[in-house]
């Protein structure tokens, strides 16, 4: 079985050590609470080592300074990423002080396309980021074939489709060169942490030199986080509020955010929970993904009919993490939300096109369309069959 050489407690002694978490001292070897997550990332994605730390942020920034130190020949590099999704991956190039560049979306998946990635290509492009937004897979082979030929670094985070299958039947998280996922709180495994599995003993040996030269992760003030992030939600409601009312010209807005945006740096490097259960929440996900699959079913049979466009691509890749909708009319998305919690449901509406935050210049029409009508609904172990149908008939009204 372990050829794979990657389990704490497990491995033979010649190859110990390929197994690693992120603490404040630096990487040390993982702990045997985590081998039962380790084997099975490492069997279903056929990777070569994990690397585990406190938020997948913190391995998406290692991920970055290893495409960076690639491609040492150029000045300033350049990082493409989705427009539609959380601005973590952008907050974190900046940290890494590179270039996030914004690739828009195909309007019915919310999905980058190897061609929008490739509109975005410059003689700076270092990688590429490709997420699998709300359980809806992307088409990895092209996307994977030309970041080869182009040299570029390939990661892919399948965190919000866990083990979900790709266009091509694959599983979500085998093209990337290297694979990222959170499983922090919200997440479809919530157990904590957050980790990055390599795809070749190159790379693996490549990250480790990074992580080892520029670990720099102090002990988290737990207090100072909790300030911060709080801090960083409201100004996120706050901005995409006025965005979304064009109270100004996105730039000048933009302006506002990155001119306290390094504010918030401090949240992103985080080292390992070690106390965490993972091994529980990997033995338990075939059930939570049938029972979250079933739920999101629940949804699209009662939501049929209605001034909304449903997403459906859950049936496809068989994992839902919150059930999605597009309402018609951008300017009911506010109204229409507040009208469904005032009943008592979990929803939200606060992705946004990230490049408005970030980058502006990059415009990306279809990813600023979708963050105007969508509004996600909740498939987790908060809710139950009977929520399902009375939150439906909350949004029928
Ligand atoms: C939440 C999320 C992240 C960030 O994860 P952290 O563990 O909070 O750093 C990254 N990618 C995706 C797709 C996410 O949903």
């Not at 985080?270 to 929440?281: E, F, H, Q, S, Y």
């Not at 909304?308 to 059930?323: K, P």
Request: charged share 20%; net charge negative; with cysteine.
């Amino acid at each position: 079985m372990n050829d794979k050489k990657a389990i704490v407690g497990l491995i033979p002694d010649d190859v110990k050590g390929d197994s690693m978490h992120i603490s404040a001292e630096g990487l040390q070897p993982t702990p045997t609470n985590f081998a039962l997550a380790e084997q099975r990332l490492l069997t279903d994605l056929n990777g070569d080592a994990v690397f585990w730390a406190g938020r997948a942020a913190t391995l998406l920034y290692y991920a970055y300074k290893l495409a960076e130190q690639r491609a040492s020949h150029i000045e300033a590099p350049e990082i493409i990423m989705p427009a539609m999704m959380c601005t973590t991956s952008c907050n974190v190039a900046h940290l890494a002080k590179m270039t996030p560049r914004f690739a828009d979306i195909d309007p019915a998946t919310g999905l980058v396309t190897l061609e929008t990635l490739q509109a975005r290509y410059t003689e700076n492009t270092v990688a590429v980021v490709v997420i699998h937004l709300l359980g809806n897979t992307a088409e990895m082979a092209r996307i994977a074939t030309w970041c080869a030929e182009k040299g570029l670094l390939l990661i892919e985070d399948p965190t919000q489709a866990v083990h979900g299958k790709l266009p091509d039947d694959k599983l979500a998280g085998t093209y990337g060169d290297v694979t990222i996922y959170s499983f922090n709180r919200t997440k479809i495994i919530g157990a904590g942490n957050g980790v990055l599995v390599t795809r070749t003993p190159d790379i693996t040996q490549e990250l480790t030199e990074i992580i080892n030269r520029l670990l720099t992760i102090p002990e988290p003030d737990m207090t100072l986080l909790q300030q911060l992030g709080l801090s960083y939600r409201n100004l996120h409601h706050s901005l995409v509020g006025l965005y979304r009312v064009r109270a100004l010209p996105d730039a000048q807005i933009s302006d506002a955010f990155m001119s306290v945006r390094s504010s918030f740096e401090p949240l992103f490097l985080r080292p390992t929970k070690t106390d965490v259960d993972l091994n529980t929440a990997w033995e338990s996900l075939p059930t939570d993904l049938a029972r979250r699959y079933e739920l999101a079913s629940i949804y699209a049979d009662c939501l049929q009919e209605g001034p909304w466009e449903l997403m459906t691509g859950f049936r496809e890749s068989e994992v839902c993490w919150r059930f999605s909708l597009l309402i018609d009319k951008p300017e009911k998305q506010v109204a229409f939300s507040e009208a469904v919690r005032r009943d008592g449901f979990h929803v939200s509406n606060l992705y946004w096109a990230v490049n408005q935050f970030f980058r502006p210049s990059d415009e990306c029409p279809h990813a600023d369309s979708f963050g105007r009508r969508i509004v996600n609904l909740w498939v987790d172990a908060s809710v139950d069959e009977n929520y399902v149908r009375a939150c439906s008939d909350s949004l029928l009204k």
